[in-house]
T-cell receptor
Framework: NAGVMQNPRHLVRRRGQEARLRCSPMKGHSHVYWYRQLPEEGLKFMVYLQKENIIDESGMPKERFSAEFPKEGPSILRIQQVVRGDSAAYFC???????????FGAGTRLSVL | KQEVTQIPAALSVPEGENLVLNCSFTDSAIYNLQWFRQDPGKGLTSLLLIQSSQREQTSGRLNASLDKSSGRSTLYIAASQPGDSATYLCAQYGNKLVFGAGTILRVKS
């Protein structure tokens, strides 16, 4: 059973470009969570999604950031018009319905030039 | 507001020492508490998960305890080795998973 898969592992974007981060949850998991780790800081919750629904987006910046988890395919975290301050590691986790344990992917490291 | 605090922020010890990392949390409505290890530039490795009904969990040289009444968890590492050098994160499950800022551990050979 493959773990949580994130791609790409590393992503380089220039200021103003769009970044798309993908997360495939573990098999049988229908809940996905995104976290951001800024340099020298801890992980901060961004958004919690179930299939086709955003459950909690209280940690998402108000502008430029969006997330989706479609019926088919991976969850996508999209950052429009990236700025240098978006440079961070973005981690995805998934859980099974009814279980309160999250399993983490290896992360995507976004560098904005 | 759910907050998790880890003390100390950094720790440097000689090889072979036993050590304790501390984690405190403000929300007593805890479900589970989990300890992770993170190596520089890497992802998270789950070390121990303590369910809310449990008081401790052990894995090899690691032992984690949970005291809900005092809002504390400790991670005990026995006979530390240079390979234990990493950042150790504790995280509390509540309405969402909240992480502490971590303890940076360096074990000197």
């Amino acid at each position: 059973n493959a773990g949580v898969m994130q791609n790409p592992r590393h992503l380089v974007r220039r200021r103003g470009q769009e970044a798309r981060l993908r997360c495939s949850p573990m098999k049988g998991h229908s809940h996905v969570y995104w976290y951001r780790q800024l340099p020298e800081e801890g992980l901060k919750f961004m958004v919690y999604l179930q299939k086709e629904n955003i459950i909690d987006e209280s940690g998402m910046p108000k502008e430029r950031f969006s997330a989706e988890f479609p019926k088919e395919g991976p969850s996508i975290l999209r950052i429009q018009q990236v700025v240098r301050g978006d440079s961070a590691a973005y981690f995805c986790a998934s859980s099974r319905s009814g279980e309160n344990i999250q399993y983490f992917g290896a992360g995507t490291r976004l560098s904005v030039l | 507001k759910q907050e998790v605090t880890q003390i100390p922020a950094a720790l440097s010890v000689p090889e072979g020492e036993n050590l304790v990392l501390n984690c405190s949390f403000t929300d007593s409505a805890i479900y589970n508490l989990q300890w992770f290890r993170q190596d520089p530039g890497k992802g998270l490795t789950s070390l121990l998960l303590i369910q809310s009904s449990q008081r401790e969990q052990t894995s090899g040289r690691l032992n984690a305890s949970l005291d809900k009444s005092s809002g504390r968890s400790t991670l005990y590492i026995a006979a530390s080795q240079p390979g234990d050098s990493a950042t150790y994160l504790c995280a509390q499950y509540g309405n969402k998973l909240v992480f502490g800022a971590g303890t940076i551990l360096r074990v000197k050979s």
